[in-house]
């Protein structure tokens, strides 16, 4: 591997719903003390999509924010679309072609999606990176996007949510340089997972938190053992967040396990990065990612030239612990302002909209069926006609890229 170009992330975008349920209403509905969704679990809000919107709809916004900052040169460099999901729309179609016909991308590049639960995000940006170091004058857009969806008055109910986060991997990126150590670790652990019948995602709770710490003590050995920076070298830490209590004790369970490394880290070194995780519940693929722009977009000091350590948890279960450079031009790259609005902007739900909207109405079974505009999105799912998706466009093409 030529460790000597430097490769990462030089745009990225997110999207989620413009609805979301207040987590007060949803224990209220439970007939529970809220305090153990906001503080027991750490969510406050949980992204609904409407009926008209779904994974390919909610990915088409990040994706094209991220195509509208780019010019049509640039644009052109793309050589690879990677769709990450564990919602997918299709069997055999992938989501990624579903986003040739409604993004400002250029035809001459492959478009494709990968799966491994929550890991998928991870998968297709280290596969992008090296794509990258392979050939530094191309570059590939990862775009990863889930709905978070389990059965109703489940515990898992509470971490739901949904949302999308695009990025553009390149050479020498603006935004943060992914370092070529990582460690893995792949293991077979029934502790989540949604057959194929199943619209909702089945979990064994406890085993699946059990999973996830020992997933990453292994991964943390393995960056350790490939030449990775000891934790004492990394200013802050992302980690999957499934819920932000989650990431609380991924956190705990490494200062319990490395004290003299993790000696002079307060929260402070992972919290900022759950400040939008919160507002959203889980996003799979993208959760990792929307906790790294919450981490850029809301850390008051400069980031500069700080170091980053990742935890990437995928069910099922694949681990994977690396670390990337924050560069002097990150915050020229990212729209913090746009990103802090998006959240901002949003319209509280009643409970019983939300079950409609999550449960009643989300019934894609159905051969030919029109959905009502209801998202207020740029994109919209409009259809199902001889069981072929119809998406729409709302806006004109924005792009510099058109
Ligand atoms: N006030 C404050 N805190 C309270 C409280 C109250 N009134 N009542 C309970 N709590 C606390 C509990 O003490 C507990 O805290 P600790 O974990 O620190 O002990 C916390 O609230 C949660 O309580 P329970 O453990 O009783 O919660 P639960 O069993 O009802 O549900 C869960 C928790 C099993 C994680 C459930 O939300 C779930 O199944 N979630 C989906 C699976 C999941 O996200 N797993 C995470 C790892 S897998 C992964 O990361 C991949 C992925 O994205 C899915």
Redesign the pocket.
């Known amino acids: 591997m030529n460790k000597a170009i430097k490769v990462g992330i030089n745009r990225i975008e997110f999207s989620t719903t413009e609805n979301y349920l207040a987590l007060e209403k949803l224990a209220e509905a439970h007939q529970?003390?809220?305090?153990?969704?906001?503080?027991?679990?750490g969510q406050s809000k949980m992204a609904v999509p409407t009926p008209d919107e779904d994974t390919i709809s909610i990915a088409a916004n990040a994706a094209q924010d991220v195509l509208n900052t780019m010019t049509p040169e640039e644009v052109k460099t793309i050589s690879t679309l990677i769709f990450a999901t564990e919602t997918g729309v299709d069997q055999s179609k992938s989501g990624a072609a579903y986003l040739m016909g409604l993004i400002d991308i250029h035809p001459n590049c492959r478009a494709f999606e990968v799966k491994q639960?929550?890991y998928g995000g991870t998968a297709g940006l280290q596969m992008a990176c090296d794509m990258v170091r392979a050939r530094p004058d191309e570059s590939v857009l990862v775009v990863a996007c889930d709905i978070?969806r389990?059965q109703q008055n489940?515990?898992?109910?509470?971490?739901q949510g949904a949302g999308a986060v695009a990025m553009l991997i390149t050479a020498n990126p603006d935004i943060i340089e992914i370092d070529a150590e990582r460690g893995c670790f792949s293991a077979d652990i029934m502790?989540?997972w949604r057959p194929n019948q199943f619209k909702h995602?089945l979990?064994?709770?406890?085993l699946?938190?059990d999973?996830?710490l020992n997933v990453m003590a292994s991964s943390y050995q393995g960056y350790l053992a490939n030449g990775g920076k000891p934790l004492d070298q990394l200013e802050w830490l992302c980690f999957?967040?499934?819920?932000t209590?989650?990431a609380?004790?991924a956190f705990e369970h490494l200062s319990a396990q490395y004290p003299e490394q993790m000696a002079d880290k307060t929260d402070a070194a992972y919290s900022i990065s759950q400040q939008y995780g919160r507002e959203i519940g889980?996003t799979?693929t993208a959760?990792l990612y929307i906790g790294l722009l919450s981490l850029l977009d809301n850390a008051e000091q400069d980031l500069t030239g700080q170091t980053i350590g990742f935890f990437s948890?995928?069910?099922g279960a694949v681990g994977e612990f690396f670390s990337g450079t924050v560069n002097k031009n990150y915050r020229n790259a990212i729209n913090t302002l746009a990103n802090q609005q998006k959240l901002a902007a949003r319209t509280a739900l009643s409970y019983d909209t939300y079950c409609q909207y999550m449960y009643q109405l989300r019934d894609y079974d159905q051969a030919n069926i029109r959905y009502n505009p209801t998202s207020g999105s740029n994109f919209r799912l409009a259809a199902i006609h001889d069981n072929k998706r119809v998406y729409e466009r709302v806006l004109e093409p924005m792009s510099k890229a058109a």
């Open positions: 529970i003390d809220p305090a153990k969704y906001l503080h027991g679990i639960a929550c978070a389990y489940t515990p898992g109910e509470c971490t502790d989540f995602a979990v064994d709770g406890e699946s938190k999973a996830y999957h967040q499934p819920f209590k989650m609380k004790k889980n799979y959760s948890y995928g069910s």
